[in-house]
């Protein structure tokens, strides 16, 4: 086997990952980025997983991956109470919480499964992510609206590192100025793939914002896991 970055990576002649979750592999051979830049935009997208390593770690999410419930499922939007569109559930280290739109979250204690693949993240980028919020998206029905990861609590040197599993979904990015009508900027649309990763570089979430718009065409299920450094 070969290694990048320090994670074990497949070699053509193994068809079957194994069921142990201390081990996760990423694809063979180099690893080719698409590198998208605009205005304050730096995205990195990468194929990380091979279908049958993307397929297994998804079977581990929906089978291990316990999900919040009551209030946890709820945000504040100008002042009122509304129930989310999706599930989602945060692991992390120990009295990590993190706090947006009127909720807070706290960290249940890192799995093996969900440490692991922040290990691969964090090797790949070299940036020690200490939270991660998962949602999962039943269908194309449950989304999330357009909004920027832009806490205070939030490292804002590190890039925000989110892994897709199941179904491909559009992934949508535009400018504040533009979604205020004060200048055109173009929106960015990428397809996020099973088993792919998009980086949001610093400082893109300062200015663009980013949703997952309801698409009918869309019958899986997607769990996109978005992995965060905070101070």
Same mark, same amino acid.
């Given at each position: 086997?070969?290694?990048?970055?320090? +994670? @074990?990576? !497949?070699? %053509?002649?193994?068809?079957?990952?194994?069921?142990?979750?201390?081990?996760? /592999?990423?694809?063979?051979?180099?690893?080719?980025?698409?590198?998208?830049? &605009?205005?304050?935009?730096?995205?990195? $997208? =990468?194929?990380?997983?091979?279908?049958?390593?993307?397929?297994?770690?998804?079977? &581990?999410?929906? @089978?291990?991956?316990? $999900?919040?419930?009551?209030?946890?499922?709820?945000?504040?939007?100008?002042?009122?109470?509304?129930?989310?569109?999706?599930?989602? +559930?945060?692991?992390?280290? =120990?009295?990590?919480?993190?706090?947006?739109?009127?909720?807070?979250? #706290?960290?249940?204690?890192?799995? #093996?499964?969900?440490?692991?693949?922040?290990?691969?993240?964090?090797? /790949?980028?070299?940036? *020690?992510?200490?939270? +991660?919020?998962? *949602?999962? /998206?039943?269908?194309?029905?449950?989304?999330?609206?357009?909004?920027?990861?832009?806490?205070?609590?939030?490292?804002?040197? %590190?890039?925000?590192?989110?892994?897709?599993?199941?179904? %491909?979904?559009?992934?949508?990015?535009?400018?504040?100025?533009?979604?205020?009508?004060?200048?055109?900027?173009? !929106?960015?649309?990428? =397809?996020?793939?099973?088993?792919?990763?998009?980086?949001?570089?610093?400082?893109? *979430?300062?200015?663009? /914002?980013?949703?997952?718009?309801?698409? &009918? @065409? %869309? =019958?899986?299920?997607?769990?996109?896991? !978005?992995?965060?450094?905070?101070?």
């Amino acid at each position: 086997m070969t290694s990048v970055s320090g +994670v @074990s990576a !497949t070699t %053509a002649d193994e068809s079957h990952p194994s069921d142990d979750t201390s081990t996760i /592999y990423v694809k063979s051979g180099p690893l080719t980025s698409r590198i998208i830049r &605009k205005e304050n935009l730096d995205l990195q $997208y =990468t194929k990380l997983f091979e279908k049958r390593v993307a397929d297994c770690i998804f079977r &581990k999410l929906e @089978s291990q991956v316990e $999900y919040f419930t009551g209030d946890l499922l709820r945000i504040k939007v100008y002042g009122k109470w509304h129930r989310i569109p999706r599930k989602q +559930v945060s692991y992390g280290d =120990t009295d990590r919480s993190y706090s947006f739109s009127g909720v807070t979250l #706290p960290a249940k204690p890192w799995i #093996p499964l969900i440490s692991h693949l922040r290990d691969v993240i964090s090797s /790949y980028t070299g940036h *020690n992510y200490n939270f +991660v919020l998962i *949602n999962r /998206y039943k269908d194309g029905c449950d989304h999330i609206g357009e909004h920027r990861d832009d806490e205070s609590d939030l490292d804002r040197t %590190a890039p925000i590192a989110s892994l897709s599993f199941g179904q %491909a979904r559009e992934f949508v990015l535009k400018h504040a100025d533009a979604r205020k009508k004060l200048r055109h900027i173009d !929106t960015v649309k990428i =397809t996020l793939e099973h088993g792919s990763l998009l980086l949001m570089n610093p400082p893109t *979430n300062r200015y663009w /914002y980013h949703s997952l718009p309801p698409r &009918k @065409s %869309a =019958t899986g299920v997607r769990i996109n896991l !978005t992995f965060r450094c905070l101070v």
